[in-house]
């Protein structure tokens, strides 16, 4: 029987390749290094071995290391992995004490993350891919199981990442202004905008990039089944390169050849995929969004617009957007340029949102309930530039946000699309006039759009200086009043016998059957006259004498509810609301565990809520 070889008998590759497998963790092959001297030398003397755990790890920062083109600048893994650790437990310590300081705020402003600016911005220090490391894990938090998670950590991490996502992207719409034309690509636009909306999520250009390059494939496809002899097949890829990533002035093929590509892209897109307008969730936000548009294969107007004209430009096609006041279509021309009489050239329309259906001044029907075709109106109307898409997406997302039939995370939706609009316009004293009232609608810090009007107000080049003076005036009145008005103390509610439940039990509506989460109680009805008339409280049979709950329910809504309309759910499970974790850490699938905030607020409840729970459960 062979003796058995020591792993320290090992040619150092063949340890580094052992360690290199998937089921060893780092604090693994950190434990099998600190086992003996010659171990510790050869492993972390591996930069191959760290790389590979490294991205074993944090498998999305790959293509961060990609793109930063970092991947063969780092010296040391080691210290990259140390880097990314530190980052990310210095994150969670600040996350860990962001409820002590704002439990009565619904809304936090961007002064309050402040804190955070010196751990992801490498102008104040940090690492200089800290901000994806963050961002990464942050975004493990979110997606963790409820029943696995802390869930006021997560309602944080949320706001944090919301925070940190829109700094970053601010900066990186800066650079996409400042891109030549030729430069910025309507994708690229769309991709911010459902970065900065969508802030829980990877979003990243490359993924939309995939997805729009896989339907010119299939759409190849099409076209040698059916033009074999298209020039499309002699092009080398350097061309396709280039349009890919370049817009382009002109169609590249003779008119009869293009016609035969849009046809191809027509049968993939509309037909074999089944693009289409979402007709019945319109005023959805998931709409304007690129990623989810390519993914469900529906929309509005402008996002599939936009996904037309990029798979359009890949394969030499050229498509110019164009904004109608009532409608969002797709310009295409048989020729652009070299042209000695322009206005000759007739335009054809493409209404993605209605299978790609190709219109004219002459058979153009009423769009969107308009009295006239927009395009006989509007048919000399100059094509949209990116910034003008990406500003209309920002308008369309704030009508979406101030519906009421998404109410769960409403406010943050609209909170996202005012400051969107705001970043896209940042003079505009109108987009300033609608975010402000947001922030004093949730008593917010307004001192940086005190310090943009006053900006505005100074410079002569501005038109916008008389309504900036009118804003300013309201928004300092406001803050007088504000400085005049005492903190919020938390009151500390102590039961008496009348009150039957506790905060954190899931409850069922006796009337209306909704399923809710109790989240605080007041002894009496403590709401308005008017509320009271309205909602017939006085009819109930304990009027407005009894106690009422306020209550989350599972559609998102924040309700008051008499308790006599409440029993305990018989199939008690998550209530999806989006300021749950404001109020509980944990949900335990009978009921809701407050956290130290709500358990202060409420000290006697904990004792009630066990008794109430161990009786039907």
Same mark, same amino acid.
């Given at each position: 029987?062979?003796?058995?070889?020591?792993?320290?008998?090992?040619?150092?590759?063949?340890?580094?390749?052992?360690?290199?497998?998937?089921?060893?963790?780092?604090?693994?092959?950190?434990?099998?290094?600190?086992?003996?001297?010659?171990?510790?030398?050869?492993?972390?003397?591996?930069?191959?071995?760290?790389?590979?755990?490294?991205?074993?790890?944090?498998?999305?920062?790959?293509?961060?290391?990609?793109?930063?083109?970092?991947?063969?600048?780092?010296?040391?893994?080691?210290?990259?992995?140390?880097?990314?650790?530190?980052?990310?437990?210095?994150?969670?310590?600040?996350?860990?004490?962001?409820?002590?300081?704002?439990?009565?705020?619904?809304?936090?402003?961007?002064?309050?993350?402040?804190?955070?600016?010196?751990?992801?911005?490498?102008?104040?220090?940090?690492?200089?891919?800290?901000?994806?490391?963050?961002?990464?894990?942050?975004?493990?938090?979110?997606?963790?199981?409820?029943?696995?998670?802390?869930?006021?950590?997560?309602?944080?991490?949320?706001?944090?990442?919301?925070?940190?996502?829109?700094?970053?992207?601010?900066?990186?719409?800066?650079?996409?202004?400042?891109?030549?034309?030729?430069?910025?690509?309507?994708?690229?636009?769309?991709?911010?905008?459902?970065?900065?909306?969508?802030?829980?999520?990877?979003?990243?250009?490359?993924?939309?990039?995939?997805?729009?390059?896989?339907?010119?494939?299939?759409?190849?496809? /099409?076209?040698?089944?059916?033009?074999?002899?298209?020039?499309?097949?002699?092009?080398?890829?350097?061309?396709?390169?280039?349009?890919?990533?370049?817009?382009?002035?002109?169609?590249?093929?003779?008119?009869?050849?293009?016609?035969?590509?849009?046809?191809?892209?027509?049968?993939?897109?509309?037909?074999?995929?089944?693009?289409?307008?979402?007709?019945?969730?319109?005023?959805?936000?998931?709409?304007?969004?690129?990623?989810?548009?390519?993914?469900?294969?529906?929309?509005?107007?402008?996002?599939?617009?936009?996904?037309?004209?990029?798979?359009?430009?890949?394969?030499?096609?050229?498509?110019?957007?164009?904004?109608?006041?009532?409608?969002?279509?797709?310009?295409?021309?048989?020729?652009?340029?070299?042209?000695?009489?322009?206005?000759? /050239?007739?335009?054809?329309?493409?209404?993605?949102?209605?299978?790609?259906?190709?219109?004219?001044?002459?058979?153009?029907?009423?769009?969107?309930?308009?009295?006239?075709?927009?395009?006989?109106?509007?048919?000399?109307?100059?094509?949209?530039?990116?910034?003008?898409?990406?500003?209309?997406?920002?308008?369309?997302?704030?009508?979406?946000?101030?519906?009421?039939?998404?109410?769960?995370?409403?406010?943050?939706?609209?909170?996202?699309?005012?400051?969107?609009?705001?970043?896209?316009?940042?003079?505009?004293?109108?987009?300033?006039?609608?975010?402000?009232?947001?922030?004093?609608?949730?008593?917010?810090?307004?001192?940086?759009?005190?310090?943009?009007?006053?900006?505005?107000?100074?410079?002569?080049?501005?038109?916008?200086?008389?309504?900036?003076?009118?804003?300013?005036?309201?928004?300092?009145?406001?803050?007088?009043?504000?400085?005049?008005?005492?903190?919020?103390?938390?009151?500390?509610?102590?039961?008496?016998?009348?009150?039957?439940?506790?905060?954190?039990?899931?409850?069922?509506?006796?009337?209306?059957?909704?399923?809710?989460?109790?989240?605080?109680?007041?002894?009496?009805?403590?709401?308005?006259?008017?509320?009271?008339?309205?909602?017939?409280?006085?009819?109930?049979?304990?009027?407005?004498?009894?106690?009422?709950?306020?209550?989350?329910?599972?559609?998102?809504?924040?309700?008051?509810?008499?308790?006599?309309?409440?029993?305990?759910?018989?199939?008690?499970?998550?209530?999806?609301?989006?300021?749950?974790?404001?109020?509980?850490?944990?949900?335990?699938?009978?009921?809701?565990?407050?956290?130290?905030?709500?358990?202060?607020?409420?000290?006697?409840?904990?004792?009630?809520?066990?008794?109430?729970?161990?009786?039907?459960?």
């Amino acid at each position: 029987m062979a003796a058995d070889v020591l792993i320290t008998c090992l040619p150092d590759e063949v340890t580094e390749l052992i360690l290199e497998n998937p089921q060893l963790s780092m604090s693994d092959v950190l434990s099998v290094a600190f086992s003996c001297k010659h171990l510790h030398r050869v492993i972390l003397a591996s930069g191959k071995l760290w790389r590979v755990k490294f991205f074993q790890r944090w498998p999305s920062l790959k293509e961060i290391y990609l793109e930063q083109q970092r991947l063969h600048q780092v010296q040391n893994w080691v210290q990259e992995a140390q880097a990314n650790v530190e980052s990310r437990r210095a994150v969670m310590n600040h996350l860990g004490l962001m409820s002590a300081k704002y439990y009565k705020k619904q809304e936090l402003s961007p002064s309050e993350f402040e804190d955070f600016d010196a751990i992801f911005r490498p102008e104040k220090g940090a690492h200089p891919l800290a901000y994806h490391f963050i961002v990464d894990e942050l975004i493990k938090l979110i997606e963790r199981p409820v029943t696995q998670s802390n869930l006021t950590n997560k309602y944080y991490a949320y706001k944090v990442i919301r925070y940190m996502k829109q700094s970053y992207l601010t900066d990186e719409w800066n650079r996409f202004v400042e891109l030549p034309v030729e430069k910025q690509l309507l994708e690229k636009g769309a991709v911010l905008v459902a970065q900065w909306s969508q802030p829980e999520r990877h979003v990243t250009y490359s993924y939309v990039c995939d997805m729009l390059d896989k339907i010119v494939e299939q759409a190849k496809e /099409v076209l040698k089944e059916r033009y074999p002899s298209h020039s499309i097949f002699t092009t080398p890829a350097k061309q396709f390169a280039h349009w890919k990533s370049n817009n382009i002035d002109d169609n590249q093929w003779s008119t009869e050849e293009t016609k035969q590509v849009m046809s191809a892209l027509c049968e993939v897109m509309f037909n074999r995929l089944g693009f289409h307008g979402n007709s019945e969730m319109y005023y959805s936000s998931e709409n304007s969004f690129i990623d989810k548009v390519l993914e469900l294969k529906h929309g509005i107007p402008i996002t599939l617009a936009i996904v037309f004209e990029s798979i359009c430009r890949r394969v030499g096609v050229k498509c110019e957007p164009m904004s109608f006041p009532s409608h969002f279509l797709l310009r295409w021309k048989e020729k652009y340029t070299g042209l000695a009489n322009p206005d000759a /050239v007739e335009n054809f329309y493409i209404d993605v949102f209605n299978g790609g259906r190709f219109l004219t001044r002459q058979n153009c029907p009423r769009i969107g309930g308009v009295s006239k075709c927009p395009i006989e109106r509007y048919n000399n109307l100059n094509a949209a530039t990116a910034i003008e898409v990406v500003e209309r997406m920002a308008n369309n997302l704030e009508v979406a946000s101030r519906q009421r039939t998404h109410l769960n995370g409403r406010a943050p939706r609209l909170r996202s699309a005012l400051e969107l609009l705001h970043m896209i316009r940042p003079h505009d004293t109108g987009a300033i006039l609608h975010l402000a009232r947001f922030y004093m609608l949730y008593q917010m810090d307004l001192s940086k759009l005190v310090s943009i009007l006053t900006y505005i107000r100074m410079d002569p080049e501005l038109t916008s200086r008389g309504p900036a003076n009118h804003i300013l005036q309201l928004l300092q009145d406001y803050e007088k009043r504000m400085n005049d008005t005492t903190e919020e103390v938390v009151e500390v509610k102590r039961r008496t016998p009348d009150v039957k439940f506790a905060i954190g039990m899931i409850m069922s509506h006796e009337r209306y059957g909704y399923l809710c989460v109790i989240t605080g109680w007041d002894l009496k009805c403590e709401a308005t006259p008017e509320w009271i008339n309205e909602m017939g409280v006085e009819e109930l049979s304990g009027g407005r004498k009894q106690p009422f709950y306020n209550v989350f329910a599972e559609d998102g809504s924040s309700r008051y509810a008499a308790q006599e309309n409440l029993v305990m759910a018989d199939s008690p499970g998550w209530v999806n609301h989006y300021e749950v974790g404001r109020y509980f850490c944990q949900f335990k699938g009978t009921h809701y565990v407050p956290n130290e905030e709500k358990a202060k607020e409420y000290p006697d409840d904990a004792e009630v809520r066990e008794k109430l729970l161990s009786k039907y459960f």
